[in-house]
């Protein structure tokens, strides 16, 4: 069912990456770090890779705004717009039709935006960086999970990482604020591993590193960004203040506050009235349920299997008392409980409830997770090599599967079949709108739902998703649009059926949204 769910290439891309694992894992077991590294990150590429493509068309709800605004910046970087222009008589007064586009911070739509303009604009451009950011997430959980344990524990917490369903779902642009949450996630974990190497070797550089990628996770997605710290605040109650502490901890905060201010300053002196209307929308999130994401205190307790895979929340509850067990630096497992507990907590009270908010966990939590599957892997040692190895390798397959979730997988992203309408709506309509070449200036009414975004994403026209008034219809004529309607329920007015620069297309548009 699952090989024959996708196409020849996705099936290729995903055998070669189990490939690459068992490799890496066969290295592992005979203590090759550096030759089972090699492999676990090869893997980890092609899997990346193998996500990024499991949908050829943009998703819903966010992934399709944020493309559509990396794609307009690529002609004015520092001015994030959705409609491109606001000539239109509209009302430009919510998110999903804004004109200048603050609704989020900018940094994960400019590393779109320059991979679109390096190399072209698409749904796997639009996704390569979030496949290098995996990466580097990836790198910085090695990394510290090496410096806190061991190299055999950095191995396995890696594979969890790489292997969740969650993580590759947002990659692929599928979970609902996919790509800035994704880029969050690994803005923070960079910070979080600095935090850990400057507490090994106290030097300078780690600090202003973790400072930088703080700053880098704030100028994502606000003050979540900032998370790294807070472990640095229990670093100074539990450590005791002292100068050197203190100017570090000083130097770190101000390289963030140096990255992310300039970028509030100039879209409040730029934009004021869009700048304050967002603070006041995101700082809302605190204290109303918007948009109808609400939901128990215990949501995020309740969501931990969905966001960190089954294996990671099995694992999770013994692996509290075997890090701490572990650790190198027993203060670091109390931080991280610490971090774990208050940050649910923070986002369980908080009034509007989205499932990807807790991502920022992921290093800590993973860590936490990997130390029990190591100890399952040594109580192995005990039998003999080959035997050893055999459970070795059905405890890792069994936590694959936990994980990787192959069932759901195929549920949401096979193409293949008309079983799955939501894909058959978004390749439909992406062939509708590609298919579109005027000869004049045209505008795009009466697009269903909120479909009008892919419309400007996939061709050179303005979309709206409603037909045109007489103060609307006037401006077209005015600025010399031609206007192209799609067919509807609605009955059209006689001034639009009689006007022959209107057109009345023959396509029909899928969707409910």
């Known amino acids: 069912m699952f090989f024959t769910a996708f196409s020849t290439y996705q099936t290729i891309l995903f055998l070669f990456s189990v490939i690459c694992f068992l490799i890496a894992v066969r290295y592992r077991l005979q203590e090759k770090e550096i030759h089972s590294l090699i492999f676990l990150f090869l893997g980890a590429v092609v899997l990346f890779t193998y996500a990024a493509m ?229 700082s809302a999130h605190l204290t109303h349920a918007l948009e ?38 027993e203060y670091i497992a109390a931080y991280f409980l610490i971090l774990i507990v208050c940050t649910l907590l923070f986002y369980s009270f908080a009034a509007t409830k989205m499932s990807s908010y807790p991502i920022i966990l992921c290093l800590p939590i993973v860590l936490i997770a990997g130390t029990t599957l190591v100890q399952l892997i040594e109580w192995t040692e005990t039998y003999k090599n080959y035997i050893a190895h055999s459970l070795v390798l059905i405890m890792l397959f069994l936590v694959f599967m936990l994980n990787f979730r192959p069932s759901k997988l195929v549920m949401i992203h096979s193409t293949k079949g008309s079983t799955n309408e939501y894909a058959d709506m978004l390749i439909h309509n992406k062939k509708v709108f590609r298919s579109l070449h005027f000869h004049d200036p045209t505008i795009l009414f009466n697009v269903k739902g909120r479909h009008y975004i892919e419309a400007m994403f996939y061709s050179p026209y303005f979309a709206y998703g409603f037909i045109p008034d007489s103060a609307q219809y006037a401006t077209c004529k005015i600025r010399g649009f031609k206007m192209a309607l799609f067919p509807g329920k609605e009955k059209l007015p006689a001034h639009l059926l009689n006007d022959p620069d209107v057109r009345i297309l023959k396509d029909t548009l899928k969707g409910y949204d």
Not at 152 to 169: P, V
Not at 300 to 310: D, E, Q, S
Request: aromatic share 20%; hydrophobic share 50%; net charge positive.
């Open 292 to 329: 109808g994401h609400n939901g128990p205190w215990w949501f995020h307790f309740k969501n931990f299997p969905l966001i960190f895979g089954w294996a990671s929340a099995i694992l999770f509850i013994p692996g509290c008392y075997l890090f701490i067990k572990k650790v190198k630096k």
């Open 54 to 282: 499991l949908d050829p068309f943009l998703n819903l709800w966010d992934e399709r705004f944020h493309a559509l605004v990396a794609k307009n910046m690529r002609n004015h970087s520092w001015m994030p717009t959705l409609y491109d222009d606001d000539f239109m008589p509209m009302a430009y007064n919510d998110w999903d039709r804004h004109h200048i586009w603050l609704h989020k911070q900018p940094l994960f739509l400019w590393q779109m935006m320059l991979s679109f303009k390096m190399f072209g604009v698409s749904e796997f451009s639009l996704r390569l960086p979030s496949i290098i950011l995996g990466l580097a997430t990836a790198g910085a959980i090695y990394r510290s999970s090496r410096l806190l344990i061991d190299g055999k524990t950095a191995f396995y917490t890696t594979f969890l990482f790489i292997t969740g369903y969650y993580l590759l779902n947002l990659i692929a642009g599928r979970e609902c604020t996919d790509h800035s949450d994704f880029v969050l996630m690994a803005y923070v974990s960079l910070s979080i591993w600095s935090f850990i190497e400057y507490t090994f070797k106290r030097k300078k550089y780690w600090a202003l590193l973790a400072g930088l990628f703080a700053g880098l996770a704030f100028l994502t997605k606000w003050m979540p960004g900032f998370l790294v710290f807070a472990l640095w605040g229990l670093y100074f109650f539990q450590r005791k203040w002292n100068k050197h502490a203190l100017l570090d901890f000083a130097m770190a905060l101000g390289i963030a506050i140096l990255i992310a201010l300039p970028w509030q300053i100039y879209t409040f002196v730029v934009y004021p009235v869009d700048a304050l209307r967002e603070w006041k929308y995101n």
